[in-house]
């Protein structure tokens, strides 16, 4: 059994920061990559960034490229999502998600708010 847990949402001001947190645990013997994807209220789930496990090779939408950095820290099993510049349309629960030996695992989000 895999186990992501995020944590890090909150309200946060436009032009604000704000640092979302992934780790996993449980039966973990081969991460191939971690990304965040987020949902916005009546929208679809969509893709926001993504990390290789093996090269920390970063993928963004083009949405949060610039803005966004995604980073691993494969001894904790662990990603972080540094959010910078935050805009109203940034507003969206946040999923975690792992691809670990080809199957899919999600956490269960964490809400993000970005309003004055």
């Known amino acids: 059994q895999v186990r992501l847990v995020e944590s890090g949402g909150g309200l946060v001001q436009p032009g604000g920061s704000l640092r979302l947190s992934c780790a996993a645990s449980?039966?973990?013997?081969?991460?191939?990559?971690m990304a965040w994807y987020r949902q916005a209220p009546g929208k679809e789930r969509e893709f926001v960034a993504l990390?290789?496990?093996?090269?920390?090779?970063?993928n963004y939408a083009d949405s949060v490229q610039g803005r966004f950095t995604l980073s691993r820290n494969s001894a904790k099993n662990t990603v972080d999502l540094q959010m910078n510049s935050l805009r109203p349309e940034d507003t969206a629960v946040y999923y975690c998600?792992?691809?670990?030996?080809?199957?899919?695992?999600w956490g269960e989000g964490t809400l993000v708010t970005v309003s004055s």
């Open positions: 998600h792992a691809t670990i030996r080809g199957l899919r695992y």
């Open positions: 449980g039966s973990i013997f081969s991460i191939n990559a």
């Open positions: 990390i290789t496990w093996s090269g920390g090779n970063t």
